[in-house]
């Protein structure tokens, strides 16, 4: 009886010690099965965005700059440096004379002098009229 007392207490251990490891096992599955964490907030394509933003808008103003002083006034008021894309300026027009003689300023050199007085790459003038 002893005996059996004994047994009984060796198999309650064995029987811890099984539900423990099997715990354990458990454990390992489901750590290995964990998907990995991606950040998915908005956040940080926002953070990524604004830096955008800002280099092309500080690319943008300083063509806006260098735009009020080598296009001339007739001009200017009917023509604006709406966007700056992988070196191309998109300038957007009302109407189509305006367009007509921005292209021949253009033809005439102002892409040469946007070029040698702007940091960011500039390769071509696309004039565009507004809708």
Known sequence: ????????????????HVVEHGANKLEQIRS?????????SISETILELRKSLKK????????????????????RKNAIPTSLRSGV???TVDDSPTAYKLN???RAGLLNTLQANCSSTLKKIKVRIAK
């Open 32 to 40: 290995r099965r964990k998907r990995n964490y991606r950040n998915t």
């Open 56 to 75: 092309t808008n500080k690319q943008l103003s300083q063509i806006m700059e260098i735009w009020e002083l080598h296009v001339p006034e007739h001009i």
């Open 1 to 16: 009886s002893m005996q059996n007392f004994l047994l009984a207490i060796d198999i309650e251990r064995v029987k811890i």
């Open 89 to 91: 300026l998109e300038v």
């Open 104 to 106: 021949q300023l253009i």
